[in-house]
């Protein structure tokens, strides 16, 4: 779902979801986009599947193409909205202060306007950008508020600071007020802010937040305005929520009550957000332990990572030449932070540590046991191989992904072969298929397997056809696959048109089994609002394929060599299927979703060789490693397709099952 709203847009929007809607407000620049991207997808992973993630930029002018990246990042998320609204009409910038703060944008003070420009909704929780979700973010809207208007996190860092620089803090601060609730240990990030905005708007005027910050400089900006406006009002969140990352429990935070030191301990072991707050640490500037753990992994599945990795290769060469220029010690002190001094353990031999981690990114990928998405090859000759097919200075994530054994599975399951419409060029074959039902018992041991070799748990599982629906023990499949697999997004995928005449017994197992009903779009004669109502009523999750709701009116065609005369190696790396549309098929899976299916081809056309070398029988797989390892390299029939020359937009057609629709 995706809109981009000028104007006063932002008071006409509504919860995407009902319910059940989580609404998340977050700003940016064309700078901070692809950090933002990064969060978005951290949300997206470690989000609950019974919540709607409503998801809201404001901005006061993003590129297109930076607005057109991040609707990427939900894509293919059924329970994620995003929509942007430009706030620009609303934003006198000429008074807010930002002179003390060089890398402050005009960005950071748009959260206070979020009481006045959501009157339709009740709550809702703001995000910094530079922060990563490592727990589903709806905990944080289920805490009891009592009667504050907002609820957020101590900033402990501003404590230490006021408990160990009194002085300077008074001097620099100039708002005795704001000294005195950091005393009391009350003053609060606003890097996380949930707003109860129903009480808000009855407690306090409208634009009351925009005028105050406009009324003076402010040290801490936004922070100080929301810290003085709610004074009092405010309900103190864990610090698991927001935590920062610092090393804040040393000598210098001898003086915390110990119960922040427990709960920063707790935090620091098992944080939900982690904030990287200070200029210097921002994971696109240095490697410290906690970008590593938990943005990098993330950054790395996103499209965003080759520009932020580009940042930090930039910021290293920078920190080289200051370095040469300058010695070292001036180098510590201009970039580590005051708890980071040199009498700290080694902090010189950590950013060399860092740098050479920075310069050689692609080959730590291999050492660095932090990175999730190392080249994990069993040998060292493995390894060297996928080096060699991605050609090391590539730097292209896609290629990586696909020579890089996925964490948890994620498959689909054709249900029938054969369709009740015959689209041109269809990817599965299906209109040269008579008629080919998956058998339910050899299928239902298929995901016992499965089911016990992945313990129960899959990123997404598609049952999709040729027409799935056509298969009469439909409800068996989805329950079995269910039962077996507790935890991950199952999608039923269907071109619909049979759902009308389904039965309740099929949208109940949708629904209690949590299955989605996902429907592709085609220029046919067809009543899909009527289905997605249909689904409404049986309370079962509806959502158009890809999260798209256009018409499918093209088509992607990959387009088969009978000659055999493809380097399977290049057809693979150059494959958006590869790694990625594993397919299940007669107890074996198939690193794409092609590959299974070319013995349809193969039966009406002849040619393509298969062999028991395409894909891994799950029986005798052993164990889950040799599964995904095994999905991660080409195999025989990649020889079949020339991946690069794939047709991307053909116009979507009505199929005579002639040979040219499918080869070169
Ligand atoms: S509806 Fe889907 S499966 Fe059926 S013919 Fe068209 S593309 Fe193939
Ligand atoms: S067989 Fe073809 S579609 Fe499948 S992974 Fe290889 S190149 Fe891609």
Redesign the pocket.
Same mark, same amino acid.
């Given at each position: 779902m995706a809109e981009n709203c000028q104007g006063n847009a932002g008071v006409r929007l509504k919860p995407a979801f009902f319910p059940n809607n989580l609404p998340v407000v977050f700003s940016a620049d064309d700078f901070y986009a692809p950090v933002l991207g990064v969060l978005i997808k951290s949300i997206c992973e470690t989000r609950s599947f019974d919540m709607g993630y409503d998801l809201i930029i404001l901005h006061g002018g993003l590129a297109p193409n930076r607005i057109a990246a991040l609707l990427q990042v939900v894509q293919g998320y059924d329970n994620v909205s995003l929509r942007f609204v430009n706030v620009s009409m609303y934003v006198q910038e000429q008074n807010l202060y930002k002179a003390n703060r060089s890398d402050l944008s005009k960005e950071a003070y748009y959260r206070l306007l979020i009481p006045d420009l959501f009157p339709r909704y009740e709550k809702m929780l703001y995000l910094d950008c530079d922060m990563i979700a490592v727990e589903d973010i709806s905990a944080i809207f289920d805490v009891d508020m009592g009667d504050c208007c907002i609820a957020a996190v101590r900033d402990s860092y501003s404590f230490r600071s006021v408990l160990t620089e009194k002085d300077k803090i008074q001097k620099n601060a100039g708002s005795q007020e704001i000294l005195q609730a950091t005393l009391a240990h009350r003053y609060f990030n606003s890097g996380l802010v949930l707003f109860d905005l129903r009480r808000i708007r009855r407690e306090i005027d409208f634009g009351l937040l925009w005028k105050t910050a406009m009324a003076k400089p402010w040290p801490y900006h936004d922070q100080d305005v929301l810290n003085h406006v709610f004074a009092g009002c405010v309900h103190f969140l864990h610090c698991r929520w927001n935590f920062c990352d610092v090393i804040l429990l040393d000598k210098k935070s001898a003086d915390f009550p110990q119960e922040i030191k427990d709960e920063l301990s707790e935090a620091a072991a098992s944080p939900g957000i982690v904030h990287y707050l200070f200029p210097c640490r921002k994971p696109w500037q240095n490697a410290t332990k906690y970008s590593i753990a938990y943005f990098w992994p993330v950054a790395v599945r996103s499209s965003f990572y080759d520009e932020l990795l580009g940042r930090q290769l930039k910021f290293a060469e920078e920190i080289i030449i200051v370095k040469t220029r300058k010695g070292a010690d001036e180098t510590l002190s201009q970039f580590t932070h005051e708890e980071d001094t040199k009498d700290n353990v080694n902090q010189l031999t950590a950013y060399e540590i860092s740098l050479s981690q920075q310069r050689l990114i692609l080959q730590s990928m291999l050492q660095n046991k932090e990175l999730e998405y190392r080249l994990r090859g069993k040998t060292e000759e493995d390894a060297r191989r996928r080096l060699a097919l991605l050609g090391l200075t590539d730097g292209n994530v896609d290629k990586i992904r696909r020579v890089t054994p996925k964490r948890i599975l994620s498959f689909e399951i054709s249900i029938c072969g054969h369709c009740n419409m015959k689209c041109r060029g269809c990817a599965h074959f299906a209109p040269l298929v008579k008629e080919d039902y998956a058998d339910f018992p050899e299928t239902d041991r298929a995901f016992t397997r499965l089911g016990q070799l992945f313990n129960g748990e899959a990123e997404s599982i598609h049952l999709l056809g040729g027409e799935p629906l056509l298969h009469p023990q439909i409800n068996d499949f989805m329950k079995s696959v269910r039962r077996h697999f507790p935890v991950g997004r199952i999608e039923l995928v269907t071109n619909g048109l049979m759902l009308p005449n389904m039965e309740d017994s099929f949208w109940n197992t949708c629904r209690e089994n949590k299955i989605q009903v996902s429907v592709t779009k085609y220029p046919v004669e067809f009543d899909y609002i009527a289905v997605q109502a249909l689904a409404a009523y049986h309370g079962v999750v509806f959502g158009y394929y890809n999260n798209s709701d256009l018409t499918e009116v093209t088509f992607n065609r990959?387009p088969?060599d009978l000659s055999g005369a493809?380097d399977?190696d290049n057809? =693979?790396l150059?494959?958006?299927?590869?790694?990625t549309?594993i397919t299940l098929k007669n107890g074996r899976l =198939?690193?794409?979703?092609?590959?299974p299916n070319?013995a349809y081809f193969a039966e009406r056309f002849g040619g393509l060789d298969a062999s028991r070398e395409?894909s891994i029988d799950i029986f005798h797989a052993r164990d889950k490693e040799e599964i995904l390892e095994f999905l991660s390299l080409?195999?025989p029939?990649?020889r079949?397709?020339d991946?690069v020359k794939r047709i991307p937009f053909e116009q979507w057609g009505t199929s005579k099952c002639e040979i040219e629709e499918w080869t070169l």
């Open positions: 990959l088969l493809q399977p057809s =693979f150059n494959c958006y299927l590869a790694n549309c =198939f690193p794409c979703s092609i590959a070319m395409d080409p195999f029939l990649c079949y397709c991946s």
